[in-house]
């Protein structure tokens, strides 16, 4: 792992905080992986929370940059963000894959012993593996028991649009490391695919 990102490293667009965390390491006490899937969100974007503003739900979302936004999905699964742009604005990065490396029985643990390919491929599925709760929401990602580690070099990545939502479909806000193997779904056949920008 090389340098561990800081709250002034989130304050940029969503869709490109989004783009640079895939490959990134992500660990709460210690337990994660590598980001191989992301999705940019942002208060001008139909399909964001944002986008009716400020609610006693969404509050986290809209900063300081560099904290973890914590909602429950469809009442059952806790999903992770990392709340982006400056404070006030309202923008974040959904955590949708990870591939699964440190702490891996404590994962298989939390995850009724899936198959590897499914402990953390989707946000509610990182939610449940990496114990996230609503006592998360607006903690900062640079102090325990979140770490965020740069990746150690730019990877390919892919880009399409988002998942699940009803509004802003072509969005192409989906991020992905081309060619995982723990994406939570693949990327259609023809999907833009690039390096990362440097961290």
């Not at 969404?58 to 992770?80: D, E, K, T």
């Not at 404070?87 to 009724?112: F, K, M, N, S, W």
């Not at 709760?133 to 900062?140: E, F």
Request: with cysteine; hydrophobic share 35%; glycine share 12%.
């Amino acid at each position: 792992m090389t340098l561990q990102l800081k709250s002034s490293d989130f304050n940029d667009d969503a869709s490109r905080v989004a783009r640079r965390l895939i490959g990134a390491i992500l660990l709460v006490d210690g337990v994660g992986g590598r980001i191989v899937e992301t999705e940019a969100y942002d208060r001008d974007d139909p399909a964001s929370h944002c986008f009716g503003g400020r609610t006693s739900r969404n509050q986290a979302m809209f900063g300081p940059p560099g904290c973890a936004y914590v909602y429950r999905s469809y009442g059952i699964h806790w999903c992770l963000n990392f709340v982006c742009r400056e404070q006030g604005h309202g923008a974040g990065v959904l955590i949708r894959a990870l591939e699964p490396l440190y702490g891996l029985d404590v994962i298989r643990e939390r995850r009724d012993g899936r198959p590897l390919r499914e402990l953390c491929s989707g946000p509610g599925r990182v939610g449940q593996a990496l114990a996230i709760h609503r006592d998360y929401n607006g903690h900062p990602l640079d102090r325990p028991p979140f770490e965020v580690w740069a990746a150690e070099a730019p990877l390919p990545v892919s880009v399409g649009p988002r998942i699940g939502i009803s509004k802003a479909v072509e969005t192409p806000w989906r991020f992905g490391l081309t060619g995982s193997g723990f994406l939570s779904k693949p990327f259609r056949e023809g999907a833009k695919t690039g390096p990362s920008p440097k961290p």
